[in-house]
């Protein structure tokens, strides 16, 4: 098993040493299953896990509509589906564990300032599950930040619990601007400083780890936590940082908002900085910043070696923004790289964070819904593919299932 051995950096902050050792994980074998246009409505549990009020150890149970005591389930032959027979073009896990969702507060380490920073998580856990349990770390998006864990991912998280993973959604917390303008003078970034929270997210996800570290050597999650295999998925400015966890580097010096020009900005490539986490073995970027946008650069994407899933859409943000996140994909080297793009007025930004608010009063609800089914079903299926190495999740991202069930909304790439 993997051990996380951990020490501190220059600016305070906790870092890690891996040391991997493989060994072969039980599995749950998943399956394909309903049309992705037929309107599948919205996932039953998705925000059914939000109002926890304890700070450290209430517990909510969601029902599950199959059996919650089922171990896994034999999978079905993989289909290819036909235009036809759409029945079977989506992804989708046989086995819905119920899920346990629990807050826990106040994960505290040095900052950059030498300051506390707080992180706050929610620990999704499907019940009955085979162990130890894959694990899924979620970083939201806003340059704003987040202090209520359970408004995190939180359309995304229960996804990846009922199919058996241990997911926890992270808070990053925001800054207030004499506190941010400091971090921007520590970092001595340009001007306007167009960092965000990005610095922070990166060293937020250090402390989760320590904290999975923790969990796995003791108290109930104890032998429950594979940290051979963990993930890392992040919408818009969380796609960020897991494109950091994967190994991209970010040039904080001459990080501008994205609303402004780029012209005269001093980018050099001895400014760009890794903090990329050995522990982290395959990430989903969704709505993610492309090259010249908030630190990225054109030499940052080749650096990334975890296998990643990118996924954005026609309106997905400002002007230009859409193009901007594409242009990542070229950049990215071949061998486990996928890019899933949503061809709808309706695939506006939030839709790739899970929510269709914003998509419904353009496309209407249930194309909506089964857009958000579809991106669903694509991320649960590279997560099977890259954490359990499920044969069949492989097979259908080799396959066009997604574009056939999509009829014309979804196209797929590989490299």
């Known amino acids: 098993m ?71 389930v034999d999978a079905a032959p993989f289909k290819v589906c036909t235009a036809d027979n759409r029945a079977e073009c989506l992804y989708k896990s046989p086995a819905n564990y119920a899920i346990t969702s629990q807050r826990i507060d106040g994960l505290k380490y040095k900052d950059i300032l030498g300051a506390d920073r707080n992180v706050n998580i929610a620990v999704y856990q499907p019940k009955n599950a085979p162990k130890p349990m894959p694990v899924v770390l979620l970083s939201h998006g806003g340059a704003d930040g987040k202090v209520d864990p359970m408004k995190s991912m939180d359309d995304w998280a229960p996804v990846f619990a009922k199919a058996g993973y241990l997911a926890v959604a992270i808070a990053h917390e925001g800054r207030e601007k004499p506190n941010y303008d400091a971090v921007c003078a520590a970092l001595k970034t340009a001007e306007p400083c167009g960092i965000k929270i990005s610095w922070d997210r990166p060293h937020d996800v250090d402390r989760v780890l320590q904290w999975l570290a923790e969990a796995a050597a003791s108290g109930p999650l104890a032998g429950a936590i594979d940290l051979d295999h963990i993930a890392h998925v992040g919408h818009s400015a969380g796609a960020g940082a897991a494109m950091m966890s994967a190994g991209a580097p970010r040039n904080f010096k001459c990080a501008l908002p994205f609303t402004y020009t780029k012209v005269g900005q001093n980018c050099q490539l001895a400014d760009l900085v890794s903090l990329a986490k050995p522990e982290i073995d395959a990430i989903i970027a969704l709505s993610p910043q492309g090259p010249g946008s908030e630190g990225f650069m054109n030499e940052s994407f080749p650096a990334i070696a975890k296998p990643m899933l990118l996924g954005t859409g026609a309106d997905d943000g400002d002007p230009g923004e859409p193009a901007n996140r594409v242009a990542i994909f070229p950049l990215l080297k071949a061998g486990d790289k996928f890019k899933l793009w949503v061809e709808d007025p309706g695939a506006k930004h939030t839709l790739f964070e899970g929510t269709t608010q914003a998509c419904v009063p353009i496309s209407g609800e249930k194309k909506c819904n089964a857009m958000r089914d579809g991106i669903f079903a694509t991320g649960l299926a590279f997560m099977d593919a890259y954490l359990r190495g499920d044969a069949q999740a492989k097979a259908w991202l080799g396959s066009d299932n997604i574009v056939t069930g999509g009829q014309g909304v979804f196209a797929f790439e590989r490299k």
């Not at 074998?29 to 599948?40: D, E, H």
């Not at 304890?54 to 509509?65: C, G, L, M, R, Y």
């Open 2 to 72: 993997r051990s996380l051995r951990h020490g501190f950096d220059a600016h305070g902050q906790r870092r890690y040493d891996s040391a991997m050792t493989k060994h072969p994980l039980c599995s749950v074998v998943l399956g394909a299953a309903f049309a992705l246009l037929a309107g599948c409505g919205n996932d039953s549990t998705s925000n059914q896990n939000k109002d926890v009020q304890s700070s450290d150890a209430t517990t909510t149970d969601t029902a599950a509509a199959a059996d919650a005591n089922a171990p896994g």
